[in-house]
């Protein structure tokens, strides 16, 4: 009895794995059908994506998508969101990323390098939503802020949780400690932290 539901047990957790591998390849399928400059990246699980009023969404080669907690080391609160919704905006992801339930909202640009890690539950938005100074603060939630584009550089390391905040920069080989809340441009090769991040120390790239 025992070895059979051993047997059993190792069988349902098979089946498991093979569906998620189904699930997997359907998604990269169907993305790559609904989006052609994406169809070198790989994706786990569908994202939401909402590219409207001739925006566009790029990714490139060999970059993973991952909207699935399974296999990952983090709790993953949802998938990958991508949204541009506005006359030309744009969301262009380069090469051999890795990339975990993140949430991109691009009202003009939103552009990430090369080889870049962004880990789960960041949010990486060009657009505060609405406007800080307005002459009535009743009339603030008919506002719309305006907005400034980001770009992530080569190499770049963002840790769970982050938030980039509009018109940022951030500098190759960097990297964003989770938690972080970046409202400022990081240089390259920095360590930062915090809320707003500071730099805590250099990088040394020769290891």
Known sequence: MRRLMLFLMKAFQFAVYKLFRIRICAATYIVRLQYPECRKAHFHLLPLIEILDRGALVIGEGTIINSSSRYYHLNMFSGCKFVANQPGSKIVIGQNCRIH???????????????????ANTNIFDSSGHSIS??????????????????????????ANSMIMPGVTIGSGSVVAAGSVVTKSIPNNVLVAGVPARVINEINVHG
Do not use: F, H, Q
């Open 134 to 159: 307005v002459s009535d603060p009743m009339e603030r939630i008919y506002t719309r802020g305006p907005s400034s584009a980001i770009r992530i550089e080569d190499g770049v390391w963002i840790g």
């Open 101 to 119: 339930g993140v949430c991109i909202n691009a009202r003009s640009k939103v552009e990430i390098g090369n080889n870049v890690l962004i880990a």
